[in-house]
């Protein structure tokens, strides 16, 4: 039976799990939270007259392959596991991902980052199955771990929640443009803020949005720059 993915959420499931756009008939749901947060950035992309094709539907099995890589380098952020880490490795470091990277055929989407409107993709640099390999402390990668939270429950899906299996990670941002690293951290703070919610038992759904997450860009980074650090000045926002 053929498996597709909640366009927003990208939960898996059959054909007769999922929602179907009545509009387009191609962008599918798990829900009708999902598909109703999606609108805003569906709206512009859905079209009466598009139709399901097979290379829509193997775009919804793999959705690392819903844009084509670029015909030039672009800029992303590798984001260290712990080993790297002890051995002097920055936890945030600026990468030159070339269109050849491994990263535009087998990379994984954020779906926490996708359900504000900012979609990364992130690049495993070990490949063993998580679920099957030998765990080590050294390859534990909380930071980017967290980029694969699913915003329907709160955490990732059980194969990374296995300690010591992620190890570092390259992210890129999905509409190809140049991440920062100042951007990747402002992410990953509103990624905290949203688990804490979770944590205290409070739906964060009203926060999973663009506009809540261009707000709070705009708060950190000013907060930033009154503490002095100046990297923050370069900051666009909104990204």
Request: net charge positive.
């Amino acid at each position: 039976m053929p498996v597709q993915s909640c366009s927003k959420c990208f939960r898996e499931g059959s054909p007769q799990q999922l929602m179907r756009c009545s509009r387009c008939k191609t962008s599918v749901y798990c829900s009708s939270i999902c598909q109703s947060t999606d609108w805003p950035t569906h709206k512009s992309r859905c079209s009466p007259t598009a139709q399901p094709t097979a290379s829509a539907s193997s775009m919804s099995l793999r959705p690392s392959l819903r844009r084509a890589p670029p015909s030039h380098a672009v800029v992303g952020v590798t984001i260290a596991c712990n080993a790297e880490r002890a051995q002097g490795a920055p936890a945030l470091q600026t990468s030159i991902i070339q269109p050849s990277h491994p990263i535009y055929h087998c990379g994984l989407p954020s779906p926490i980052s996708h359900s504000f409107g900012f979609p990364l993709l992130l690049y495993r640099h070990i490949t063993d199955d998580p679920s099957k390999m030998i765990r080590h402390p050294g390859l534990d990668n909380q930071t980017a771990m967290h980029l694969l939270t699913q915003p329907s429950t709160g955490s990732p899906d059980s194969k990374w929640k296995r300690a010591g299996c992620i190890g570092t990670v390259t992210v890129i941002r999905q509409d190809g443009q140049p991440l920062t690293c100042e951007a990747l951290e402002t992410t990953l703070i509103y990624v905290d803020y949203l688990l804490d919610l979770f944590l205290e038992g409070v739906s964060p759904w009203h926060r999973l949005n663009p506009t809540n997450f261009q707000s709070f860009c705009q708060r950190y980074r000013d907060e930033q720059i009154k503490s002095g650090y100046r990297d923050f000045g370069m900051m666009r926002v909104p990204f």
